[in-house]
C-alpha cells in the first residue's frame, strides 16, 4: 500500500502569477484615479468615468483568470527569446524617440517599422524604410490634415503639403 499520490507535484506558474499582479495593480490605480475625477452633478450617474471603471473592471477579470490559469498550469510552454529581435525593435524604437523632432513623423516610423521587420526576418533594410515611410506618412495626413491633430511634421511632411522644406 502506497501513501501519497503518484502525480507530480504541480507548482503554480511565477510569471503568469507576477503579470495577475501587474494587471491588478493597473485596475487599482484606474479605479484610483477615476474617483479623484472631480464631475458636476449632471455627469455623475453617466460620463467620464464610466469608460475607466469599465476597463478595470476587464483588468481585474482577466488578473483572476490569469491567476487561475497559473494555478492550473494551464499556460503554454514558453520559447527562448530571441535576443537579437529584441534588440532590433529596441534599436527602432530609440531609433524613431531620436528622429521624431527633427526627420518628422514619416521617416521616425518608417525608421521603426523597418527595424521591426528586421526582427521578425524581413528585409532588406533601405526597402522596409521605404515602405514605412510611405504608410507613415498617409497615417500622418490623415491625423494631422483630416483630424487636425499636432503630429511632428518632417522633410517630407513639409515637402508633400507646402511644396517646401
Request: net charge positive; aromatic share 12%.
Amino acid at each position: 500500500m502506497t501513501i501519497g499520490s503518484s502525480k507530480p507535484e504541480r507548482r503554480p506558474d511565477g510569471a503568469a502569477l507576477v503579470i495577475a499582479a501587474i494587471l491588478a495593480g493597473l485596475a487599482v490605480i484606474i479605479f484610483w484615479q477615476t474617483s479623484q475625477m472631480r464631475l458636476p452633478p449632471l455627469q455623475q450617474r453617466v460620463g467620464p468615468t464610466v469608460f475607466p471603471y469599465v476597463i478595470a473592471t476587464g483588468l481585474v477579470l482577466l488578473a483572476i483568470g490569469t491567476v487561475v490559469s497559473a494555478m492550473r498550469g494551464s499556460f503554454p510552454e514558453r520559447s527562448k527569446d530571441d535576443y537579437h529581435a529584441i534588440f532590433w525593435i529596441v534599436g527602432g524604437l530609440i531609433g524613431q524617440i531620436l528622429l521624431l523632432s527633427t526627420a518628422g513623423f514619416s521617416i521616425a516610423t518608417g525608421v521603426l517599422f523597418a527595424f521591426t521587420a528586421r526582427a521578425f526576418g524581413r528585409g532588406p533594410l533601405w526597402q522596409t524604410i521605404l515602405i514605412g515611410s510611405v504608410f507613415a506618412f498617409v497615417v500622418w495626413f490623415i491625423f494631422a490634415k483630416g483630424l487636425q491633430l499636432s503630429l511632428p511634421a518632417g522633410l517630407i511632411e513639409n515637402l508633400l503639403t507646402t511644396g517646401s522644406f
